[in-house]
């Protein structure tokens, strides 16, 4: 159980055992609590009840919500019936660009006071479309206590530091980073020891040498950021001495890159599914290692491209609906991922399961014929140690540049040999351009990259 070594913080003077939380670490334990019984319902029974509150949500939606009133009475909907599976499928799926339309129609117009205050965040755009959500205390309070599960579930130590590479941290440079006092807010409920930041933005081999100097227990990164600093510490054979566990926040994780941190720093990778727009959607699961949706605060859908549920194994977009946000009610919202659905986990845990979740559409090739699917690209460059880091972006239906960092540009004869190689996993016969870089490759918003990036229409059929 997490915390073994870490007693919990009292907020009563003159008590120190047993802790007694502040009103709201009593919030989040009592729904930490519930989730701990929750958990284990049956997947029909975990339905009926995300019914039911998606049922609360669309009366609120349909009342007050001027976007969603227009919707709702559109697509038929009747607050004074019960929401049925059925019922809930017909309604219209929800994309980013209606919401960037809409605007403040988005927006409760008599937001219920109970959910407390409203609360803007702005997504990084990783779609090409930037999006300001609002969200209210109550998911928040969801926010923390699906943080604190997954802290549970990996049975963290909150005595072991946690070193965080974060975009935008431009105070936190790699010669002394930055401190946090607590790793956040689990330290409502837990002493923890401080939090070490480092600027993303930095060089690898500073990051790299930053982290040695830290030592840390924990360690919260892109895999992008992670990829370029396993290379280094395999490149220096170095490891991390009392590193545990990597935390994985955004982009896809992908398996080479769990074999490759257990190879080289000796430690496990811990996966989550998150967006600005949802909070947590998924996390790993402790036995199996799978991700499970987190159904007490989102519905999620893995959609075909009929839109009909896909079977175990079958990939399609994710669809999610937030349960509990009133101050902009997103339902059945595409979030341009896709996902494959995976068989119940042998954890016996209700909650749905998913398989590795693929990414963006941006993220998937494109062929001539309109289908497109996800390239893995890092077997093909296992015999070009020269190739320390790349990206792959296709500008036109045929048409791919190959960005690579290397010391020096290749031979034309080698660049013929990779030209080759790379496009078997593509199994097209693409034009692929070259283009050098000597430092790491640019990153996207909030740091995150991606190694293909399609620029063309996002029509076509997923595969």
């Known amino acids: 159980m997490t915390g073994a070594a870490t007693p919990m913080r009292s907020h009563v003077t003159g008590v120190t055992w047993p802790a007694m939380p502040s009103a709201h670490g009593v919030q989040v334990l009592s729904l930490l609590f519930q989730f701990e019984q929750t958990q284990w319902w049956p997947a029909e029974r975990l339905l009926e009840q995300q019914l039911r509150q998606v049922r609360q949500l669309l009366r609120h939606a349909a009342a007050t919500v001027p976007f969603n009133r227009e919707r709702l009475r559109a697509a038929g909907f009747d607050a004074t019936q019960p929401l049925t599976l059925d019922r809930f499928r017909a309604l219209p799926l929800l994309t980013r660009r209606e919401v960037q339309r809409a605007g403040a129609a988005m927006h409760c117009t008599a937001r219920p006071a109970a959910y407390g205050r409203v609360n803007e965040k702005r997504t990084s755009g990783s779609t090409g479309e930037p999006l300001t959500v609002r969200r209210m205390q109550t998911d928040q309070l969801l926010w923390e206590a699906n943080l604190l599960r997954d802290h549970y579930w990996h049975q963290r130590d909150f005595s072991g530091k946690l070193a965080l590479t974060r975009a935008g941290a431009k105070h936190a440079k790699p010669q002394r980073g930055a401190v946090q ?93 998150t967006s600005e727009e949802m909070g947590y959607i998924a996390l790993q699961c402790p036995y199996s290692g799978a991700l499970h949706a987190m159904s007490e605060s989102v519905l999620v859908e893995i959609l075909d491209d009929n839109g009909q549920p896909c079977a175990p194994g079958g990939l399609g977009q994710v669809v999610v609906t937030t349960l509990h946000n009133a101050a902009m009610p997103l339902v059945r919202y595409v979030l341009g991922d896709h996902a494959k659905v995976g068989e119940p986990c042998p954890c016996g845990r209700g909650l749905l399961t998913i398989k590795p979740v693929l990414g963006k559409i941006r993220n998937l090739v494109t062929l001539p014929t309109g289908k497109r699917f996800r390239p893995r690209f890092i077997e093909e460059l296992k015999p070009f140690p020269m190739v320390r880091q790349y990206q792959m972006i296709q500008n036109l239906q045929q048409n791919v540049e190959a960005r690579l960092v290397v010391d020096a540009p290749l031979t034309a004869e080698v660049e013929d040999r990779l030209r080759k190689v790379l496009q078997e996993p593509i199994g097209y016969p693409f034009h692929i351009s070259f283009v050098y870089f000597r430092d790491d490759l640019p990153r996207g918003p909030r740091g995150k990259f991606e190694e293909f990036v399609s620029r063309l229409p996002s029509e076509g059929t997923a595969i």
């Open 181 to 273: 006092n607590s790793w956040g807010t689990v330290a409502e409920l837990y002493r923890t020891e401080p939090l070490v930041i480092v600027d993303s933005a930095a060089d690898t081999e500073a990051q790299a040498q930053w982290l040695l100097r830290e030592d840390p227990d924990y360690l919260m990164l892109y895999p992008g950021i992670l990829k370029a600093l396993i290379a280094w510490f395999a490149s220096q054979d170095k490891r991390l001495a009392r590193l545990r566990q990597v935390r994985k926040l955004g982009e896809t994780l992908d398996l080479f890159l769990r074999e490759s941190c257990r190879a080289v720093l000796g430690v496990p990778i811990a996966d989550c599914y």
